[in-house]
């Protein structure tokens, strides 16, 4: 099998390399594809150096997979002459998440709908892949009517320019804490901050990325009538991302049910004891492939409600894991 | 008027002292008490230095007003004194919030309900002050049914300590990015993490602290039947707690209605333009008095619901601040 990944000098792509070798995947040649200025970089991947090549259009010949970790235009630019490269193109933007003819796969929820494929596969938003995580297992016993989420979202979300201007800020802030730190990658400081906008704004006032948690999760979950009420908060964390949700079903629900079901649910991990304290924390997805869910109980207001929090590496589980997973499934 | 400030070296203590001295409030004599490790301590209000003395039993004895910033147990035990002694003893502890003969205070909300006190006034809850300036204006408008909340909440909630140790875990790792920070004041390291258990757990799975918004709220607010669902998390910000929050209320209400009466409406800062990036954040609200409101929207489930974000200074509106309002009003 030969495996391009596109834009493989960012944080996503990085991790791809890092998850195609954790997980053994067998393959024959490794591209590494990513724009001029990077072209010419060397990357391990097992024991190998690869240089980074430049990305254009007849990139593509001869590959079995390309796995896209880049922004929207330039996933467009190049899915053309991907599909007409014979190649796969299982894409982290969200250029083609909403297209009909393109399956939007959670490997753990629908890898069913992988066979459907014409060439292109989405990989979901990042806090879409963490909530759902959580979300499916419940859905499971009964079909979600409705979320409630906020969101607790990491700066990697913001790609390695992110990470690093929170870093550099706490540095500075914890030298002269009245430093006057300069934004540039986010609209406002992010140490000792939170920011509530991330994305777009839409015309309802909700942001691109509060959506994506509804307009996905009815892809991903075959739930047309899903409705989710979403707030997206950057929070001063590096790369896990959480997720307050309160989550409303058809029946009604039994807590030891529930938990029965996250034990079964592959890449789920329950941790969920409030007395001894065992909760989902950040510290502990961090640069891990699992999504820790806990805090689950019974919702004071909806008969048929279940309060949940999570945690999940943004980088991992949140883009590259799962865009490697659907790579497993192909 | 003699005023007495017991718990005077804490961070609400410290914080009283700067809020009297702000607001200009004609006091004959400031007398500032602790236990007995602060007791000599020397402080400044005003031109004045002041020692500090011990708390006892017998410290109350001619005084008009005692400010409480202590825990529930020293409250506890010095109240019945305070009382005896005819003060009125405003109290920023737990311990009688719930008390029938105790009326709980939002000055901007409740202050007629100051008048019923029979010796002792309870300040509320940091988040449920902060978070219920958010939703007053609109129960203004139309009784509020529930409300779901997801709290992002400072390390000052936590005291001087919790202050300190983030920052000195912050330094830690930015010397170092593995090194092993030691948690003491929090259960787990807060710095670059999230801890979504804020007081101890109840039976029904919520901690205390998220039961507040609740209990708090259907006294202060004259809502009975009121229902709030909230998650506690304590984020790795120093001062000002932030409320994601869906409101529900009896009728549909219209944004703009609700947008004029936020402008109204004393102690709340409506600061709400998504495309101009205006939304409330710590960063503004750090070491204000001014509660932030913005990202009024209408909510995609609920017919009658309207989601918001507000952030205000834990340390001040949260406790201090309040707490000098209701001995303004008194």
Redesign the interface.
Known sequence: MKVAILGATGAVGRQMIECLEERNIKIDELILLASEKSAGKKMKFKNEEIVVREAKEDSFKGLDVVLGATENSYAKHFAPHIVSSNAVFIDNSSAFRQDDEVPLVIPEINKEDIKNNKGIIANPNCSTIITLMAVAPINKLSKVD?I?A?T?QAVSGAGIGGMSEL?NQ??E??KDENAKVIPNVF???IA??????IGD?CD????KEEMKM?NEGRKIMHLPEL???C?C?R????RSH?I?A?VVTKDKLNIDDIKSEMLKFKGVSLVDD??K?L?????NT?NKDIVEV????????FEN?I?L?C?GDQIRKGAATNAVEILENL
Do not use: W
Request: with cysteine.
């Open positions: 409705f409630i906020s607790y870093k706490i540095e802030l914890s609209k406002y400081p000792h901050n939170l920011i509530p906008k704004a309802n006032l909700y942001t509804q409705k989710v009420s707030t908060v929070v001063p964390i590096l959480s307050s309160v409030l007395n304290d909760y989902p924390m950040p510290i961090c806990g805090r689950i109980r019974k919702d004071l207001i409600g309060d929090f945690s």
